[in-house]
T-cell receptor, first 114, second 108 residues
Framework: GAVVSQHPSWVICKSGTSVKIECRSL??????MFWYRQFPKQSLMLMAT?????????EQGVEKDKFLINHASLTLSTLTVTSAHPEDSSFYIC??????????FGDGTRLSIL | GQQVMQIPQYQHVQEGEDFTTYCNSS?????IQWYKQRPGGHPVFLIQ?????EVKKQKRLTFQFGEAKKNSSLHITATQTTDVGTYFC????????FGSGTKLNVKP
């Protein structure tokens, strides 16, 4: 099946640090990548939709200057959490999607801000 | 914004009992997907339903999509301990919104 690689899987860093998370579709070209955030015992909340070559579309309440998304190619999207603070600690998951196919998820990144 | 409601939030069953989780949308969906997530893991795709009234089976799992393409259900027959996890539906509104999930616990 389709494989999506997400890196890093775990990040612990100090408050004020910017953290970049990569999402790669390894064996197919993804027209769209989605970024989700999941707090403990909660559902996945869509943060933004990323299309190759265009600006990301952010969900209501998600700060675009805080969560920078770059979709440089059909196989790579990055999410940068800028000046991260403890309240940004969460599980971030990307998924890659094309056409009417199911979205395929990365393994997620657990972000802990001290 | 678009919402997908999912119930129940939790379900505790004895091994061998059946289990059902339901999802409902206020607007018509292009399709709906179902996922299973184990603690510490990422969502694993189970199935996608596209057609009105569609019913699909995977061994002990039966998935249904309503005639109006606004609701869906996942039914597990004779649960096993390996079925433990959280089941999510995700409605496709040209982007995916997840239901709140149903956490299933199966007692041996």
């Amino acid at each position: 099946g389709a494989v999506v690689s997400q890196h890093p899987s775990w990040v612990i860093c100090k408050s004020g640090t910017s953290v970049k998370i990569e999402c790669r579709s390894l064996d197919f070209q993804a027209t769209t990548m989605f970024w989700y955030r999941q707090f403990p015992k909660q559902s996945l909340m869509l943060m933004a939709t990323s299309n190759e070559g265009s600006k990301a579309t952010y969900e209501q309440g998600v700060e675009k200057d805080k969560f920078l998304i770059n979709h440089a190619s059909l196989t790579l999207s990055t999410l940068t959490v800028t000046s991260a603070h403890p309240e940004d600690s969460s599980f971030y998951i990307c998924s890659a999607h094309t056409g009417n196919q199911p979205q395929h998820f990365g393994d997620g990144t657990r972000l802990s801000i001290l | 914004g678009q919402q997908v409601m999912q119930i129940p939030q939790y379900q505790h069953v004895q091994e061998g009992e059946d289990f059902t989780t339901y999802c409902n949308s206020s607007t018509t969906l292009s399709n709906i997907q179902w996922y299973k997530q184990r603690p510490g893991g990422h969502p694993v795709f189970l199935i996608q339903l596209v057609k009105s009234g569609e019913v699909k089976k995977q061994k002990r799992l039966t998935f249904q999509f309503g005639e109006a393409k606004k609701n869906s259900s996942l039914h597990i027959t004779a649960t096993q301990t390996t079925d433990v996890g959280t089941y999510f539906c995700a409605g496709n509104f040209n982007k995916f919104y997840f239901g709140s999930g149903t956490k299933l616990n199966v007692k041996p």
